[in-house]
């Protein structure tokens, strides 16, 4: 059969399934066309593009129920009560397997990163997840703007949202990162627990993604352990971040929290924005 038609068809298929018809399309085609090339037959490439979707997806760490969501945010930034957006906040970071973990040490986690880059004045949040929800407690003025990236349709939906009826610009973008790395220039980006998951999908694409991003500082989260806590992964996430930044001209650092150790990067002055 034609590479193309081939392609077309397993794409069909996998818009068939409820899970993905509003997935970005351009990741669907990434995946099948690579396990195309890499499987002997177009079933197999079918399902080794699942086993990666669901690495992408990652329902396993949790979620929010989205219209659920939008109605309580809608309730919370209406409240007279100063305090219900950020309780509100809390629950959704509580919803999530990476947020719920940083949840104990949020706002020390927030005065570090920004003590090494100082006060930014734009920030990328790639494959961000639940993250941007984290912003009551950054402390940054509502005139930084706040860049936010994610496959997920409705995630971004109730971002845009929260980021509104918080005073700030509703900059969060349905994108897929690793295909198109945003090219805003900023003083700060943020790729936390992700880089680790994005090795899965495309073995070594950490290197040419931050290359490719023209910020300041970059700040990669990534874990300590395994879920389930058996294994320690400290030093596959430290060969991980050495092999990506081998050869590159960029000053680099860590941070050791309770669960995550966060990599940072600065790659020099950039030149501002046009």
């Known amino acids: 059969m034609n590479p193309d038609r081939e392609l077309e068809e397993l ?6 399934s409820r899970k993905y018809q509003l997935l970005p399309e351009e990741t669907l085609r990434d995946l099948l066309s690579i396990e195309l090339r890499r499987q002997p ?14 690495n992408i997806l990652a329902d396993y ?26 309780q509100l906040c ?45 912003l009551p407690w950054m402390g940054l003025p509502v005139s930084v703007r706040y860049y936010a990236y994610d496959i997920h349709p409705a995630r971004v ?6 980021l509104a009826c918080s005073g700030r610009q509703p900059l969060a973008e349905v994108r897929d990162i690793l295909l198109r790395p945003p090219q805003i220039r900023a003083e ?15 073995a070594g694409c950490n290197r040419g993604l931050w290359a490719a991003l023209p ?35 960029w000053q680099c650092g860590q941070m050791a929290f309770a669960r ?8 020099g002055a950039q030149p501002p924005q046009p």
């Open 188 to 202: 700060a980006a943020f790729l936390f627990k992700e880089a680790h998951r994005l090795e899965k999908r495309r």
């Open 41 to 54: 037959k177009p079933a197999l490439a079918l399902k080794a593009a699942r086993a990666k979707l669901h």
């Open 157 to 162: 939906a109730l971002i845009n949202q929260f």
């Open 215 to 249: 910020v300041r500082f970059l700040f990669v989260s990534l874990p300590q352990r395994s879920l389930d806590g058996r294994r320690d992964l400290r030093e596959r996430m430290q060969r991980l971040v050495a092999a990506s930044t081998q050869g590159m001209p």
């Open 11 to 16: 794409l069909e298929r996998l818009r068939r």
């Open 61 to 86: 760490l949790g979620d929010l129920d989205y219209p659920s969501a939008s109605r309580e945010l809608q309730a919370a930034c209406s409240a007279a009560d100063p305090e219900a957006l950020p």
């Open 260 to 267: 995550e150790t966060v990599f940072w990067i600065d790659k």
């Open 90 to 134: 809390r629950s959704f970071l509580q919803q999530h397997h990476s947020t719920r973990e940083r949840l104990p040490y949020l706002t020390e986690f927030y005065q570090r990163i920004f003590s090494v880059c100082g006060p930014p004045q734009c920030v990328l949040d790639l494959a961000c997840g639940l993250n941007p929800f984290a």
